[in-house]
């Protein structure tokens, strides 16, 4: 069986390489470990150690910050994959948050501030 | 580790040293029809027939697929690519000489005679399998946006371009500023974001007309696929034989008719994506 790979959409010439090209790793990985028939074999090796694998590779990716600058963040979205995406509204609610409490404490010291400054006149035209 | 039992085996002894890998598992395969085959580690690889069926099988080290080893060996990259690709070869060339179902990688006997009792225990469960996939291939479809669309800057000129999500603590006494700020960005990305997957369902649809079944497979991790570009579709379809031809020519006309997506076809791929292992068999 010939296995043929190939680009579509360099227009105008399409670009078809007959030739026989090993399979890239990745289309291969994903066939192999996650897919086929599962039997039990003699010898067992733990298949949620395969997956923890599979999705380490996935995401190790030294390059991560440069992937996210174009946009790539897939796995950021999918708790599957992260866990990042179950915290991830932790860090942005908490910088919203001590927004939010330095506004609420501005607030009450001007409060003070005021009864303060009222409280000193009331005093000075009370003497 | 497993201890193997010392019964003797039909055909090759694998000895308390070895074990027997299983590739996958043909029908009607014609002796004769598979050259000579070398398998994973380099052993050659032989055929163990039960009725209709055939298993290829290697005999292998225990040194190297004993249980503890096999746990660190998976997790060795250059082991497990020499490994995978080994197993594939062997599955693609049976595939291409008779129906073939694939094992998933690593499936271990302790001998031969367990091999063979596999394939008259679980006959049905096979034939199931490869009733499915008989005259039928696996064609991926992986589809690459080349150029994000542009997306207009908030007027109030924002960060520099290459400045990214701002990390640090927002500055003193520009709050709502970075709020605001943090919120068009928010914004502007799950714009791009629906628009991909927009993107990405109408091209699969437009596939999927062409093919008997399809199954997703999660984005590539850009490392792996040697891409950095967007990824917005990674799909297998399977096809009738005869459905190839049409199929590739429609992935031909997209590319045409759509110039910012990058089509990657690659196939025929032995079925792995096809094979229900919700049927999967006991031993």
């Known amino acids: ?127 | 580790m497993t201890t193997p039992a010392t019964t003797p085996a039909t055909g090759p002894a694998t000895g308390p040293a070895g074990a027997v890998y299983l590739y996958g598992v043909a029908r009607d395969l014609t002796p004769g029809t598979l050259p000579a085959l070398s398998g994973v580690g380099g052993a050659p690889v032989r055929t163990l027939t039960a009725g209709r069926l055939t298993a290829l099988v290697s005999t292998v080290p225990l040194a190297e697929y004993g249980e503890a080893a096999l746990r660190e060996n998976l997790e060795d990259l250059a082991w497990l690519e020499e490994t995978a690709r080994a197993h594939h070869d062997v599955v693609a060339r049976a595939a291409a000489a008779a129906p073939t179902a694939p094992v998933r990688i690593a499936t271990l006997y302790r001998d031969d005679a367990r091999v063979t009792a596999l394939l008259g225990s679980e006959a049905a469960a096979f034939a199931a399998v490869l009733d499915r996939i008989t005259g039928r291939s696996e064609w991926g479809v992986k589809a690459y946006l080349r150029k994000e669309p542009v997306t207009t800057r908030d007027p109030g000129g924002g960060p520099a371009p290459d400045a990214g999500p701002p990390t640090g603590p927002p500055p003193a006494g520009q709050g709502t500023a970075y709020l605001r700020r943090r919120q068009d960005e928010r914004r502007r990305t799950d714009e791009a974001a629906r628009r991909r997957s927009q993107r990405a369902a109408d091209l699969h649809a437009e596939l999927a007309d062409h093919a008997v079944a399809s199954r997703h497979h999660p984005p590539q991790d850009p490392r792996l696929s040697g891409r950095t570009q967007t990824q917005i579709l990674n799909v297998a379809y399977l096809l009738d034989d005869d459905q190839a031809e049409g199929f590739l020519a429609v992935t031909r006309a997209i590319g045409d008719r759509v110039p910012e997506l990058e089509l990657e076809v690659t196939g025929p791929w032995p079925p792995y994506s096809f094979i229900d292992t919700a049927e999967a068999a006991r031993a």
């Open chain 1, 1 to 127: 069986m010939s296995e043929i790979s190939w680009a579509g959409g360099r227009s105008p010439a399409q670009r078809m390489s007959g030739e026989r090209q090993s399979a890239n790793l990745a289309d291969l990985l994903e066939r192999i470990l996650d897919k086929g028939i599962v039997i039990v074999g003699d010898i067992r090796v733990n298949l949620l150690d395969i997956e923890l694998l599979t999705i380490r590779l996935r995401l190790l990716v030294a390059s991560v910050d440069r992937a996210r600058e174009m946009g790539i963040d897939w796995w950021e979205h999918d708790p599957s994959l992260s866990s990042k995406a179950r915290q991830k509204e932790v860090p942005a609610a908490e910088e919203d948050a001590s927004l939010e409490s330095m506004r609420e404490e501005n607030r009450l010291l001007r409060e003070r501030l005021a009864a303060l400054e009222a409280a000193a006149s009331g005093k000075e035209n009370a003497e």
